[in-house]
């Protein structure tokens, strides 16, 4: 596994590196002392694992998991244990109190060496049995309520936890109902030419994109027709960019 240490103390870093030469299966690719290092090394490295710090100068860990809109693993190494809860509400592998006890370091590599061979065999799967495209016309349910929508009436596409949540209207009315599928599975379906990722919680349709503005995060804001504001994180404003230009 290729692995970013992020941390704002040099000694800490040094004593990671030490630790996981115990553990061949990690390579350390590169080092962060903050935030902004660790997201132009993650975009350069596209590393496996980040062993990450909480508290650092400007944008703190949680700030740059927000920012990313592909993290990779993450191993939380941190002085202090009241963020313990919200670490694993980002999904993170494991969180590991400093000084880092080899023992639970050996447990978080473990955790981390499971999850890489489990996504490794998923991509394989996915390759070896590619995903139909969504047809022009889906049949939607929420609770006691069902419709059949023309795909390219979709306009937002938002993440909730492994849902997603579809906005459209039909016949004059606003519906949001949720649909039992994951915002990456409906990533792989939906036709590029008319969809763009704009985030981690956001897939916008492109027709339904009313306004465009910088916004102070360096990225974009969308206006959307329904009157939703999409913030566009900074690297896919880039993408953005590029695939919309002439």
Request: a negative charge; charged letters at 30%.
């Amino acid at each position: 596994m290729r692995a970013l240490l992020i941390d704002d103390e040099r000694l800490a870093r040094l004593e990671l590196r030490r630790l996981l030469a115990a553990h061949p299966t990690v390579e350390i690719v590169g080092e962060a002392r903050d935030a902004d290092e660790g997201e132009a090394l993650i975009a350069e490295m596209n590393p496996d694992l980040i062993f990450l710090d909480i508290q650092m100068p400007g944008r703190t860990g949680f700030d740059l998991l927000a920012d990313l809109d592909h993290p990779p693993a993450v191993i939380f190494t941190t002085a202090y244990d009241e963020f313990a809860l919200r670490a694993f509400e980002v999904s993170a592998l494991d969180y590991l109190l400093k000084p880092v006890a080899p023992e639970r370091l050996a447990a978080a590599v473990e955790k981390a060496t499971e999850k890489a061979t489990e996504k490794a065999t998923a991509a394989r799967t996915t390759a070896a049995t590619p995903i139909p495209p969504v047809p022009s016309q889906i049949f939607v349910k929420d609770g006691d309520h069902c419709w059949f929508v023309a795909t390219d009436s979709i306009e937002l596409l938002e993440s909730e936890g492994n849902y997603a949540r579809l906005y459209f209207t039909q016949a004059g009315e606003r519906h949001r109902p949720l649909v039992l599928r994951s915002l990456n599975y409906l990533e792989e379906r939906l036709d590029p030419r008319l969809y763009f990722r704009a985030s981690r919680k956001h897939i916008v349709g492109l027709k339904w994109i009313t306004r465009i503005d910088p916004s102070v995060s360096g990225g974009l804001e969308l206006q959307m027709k329904g009157g939703q504001t999409v913030e566009m994180s900074r690297r896919q404003a880039a993408r953005f960019k590029e695939v919309m230009s002439l």
